[in-house]
């Protein structure tokens, strides 16, 4: 079984490599590079909290920045896929409004549909997913931990993982 100790020691492991991340980055004092789109990926451990079991998670997510103006280079649009592999179908497809506030935390709220199996029974419901992100850049690839978590009426689950992006 994951312990919440476990992953709470991989996020603080991945929060103090911040000096060598922040190495790659360019000698402005600002190393988050806003492009213009990105694609990215999350990879983690699931605890669904209704099934009581853990599970590997992936999140795929495209996005676009709504402007070059200081504040509007801050927010993006796009959509993202969830998979969450149990033994029973789980899977989301979503709308994303990403908005990066501060210099490396990152921000998703993601409103969507999961495709879910109960009982044999197939299910469409309303979901919601909220992430957080604080990212690194690393050779033009954006790295770091994310924490989430997705509400349903029926599934609910957080997650804890890396999360990869490349921005163009």
């Not at 790659?24 to 600002?30: E, K, L, P, V």
């Not at 099934?51 to 676009?64: D, I, P």
């Not at 149990?86 to 979503?94: D, F, K, M, P």
């Amino acid at each position: 079984m994951l312990k919440s100790t476990n992953l709470m020691i991989v996020f603080f492991i991945l929060m103090k490599l911040n000096p060598v991340f922040a190495q790659a980055s360019d000698h402005s004092g600002h190393p988050h590079e806003h492009s213009e789109y990105e694609i990215g990926i999350s990879l983690g451990m699931t605890r669904l909290i209704e099934e009581k079991e853990n599970a590997l998670n992936s999140h795929l997510h495209f996005s676009k920045k709504l402007g070059n103006s200081e504040i509007m280079e801050r927010i993006s649009l796009g959509a993202g896929f969830e998979y969450i592999f149990t033994e029973h179908s789980h899977y989301s497809v979503l709308g994303t409004i990403s908005v990066n506030p501060v210099w490396a935390l990152i921000v998703d709220i993601s409103p969507g549909i999961l495709f879910t199996e109960h009982h044999g029974a197939k299910e469409k419901l309303f979901a919601a997913h909220l992430e957080l992100t604080y990212e690194f850049e690393y050779h033009g690839f954006g790295i770091g931990p994310v924490i989430g978590a997705g509400f349903s009426k029926e599934d609910n689950h957080l997650m804890l993982g890396i999360h990869m992006g490349k921005g163009f």
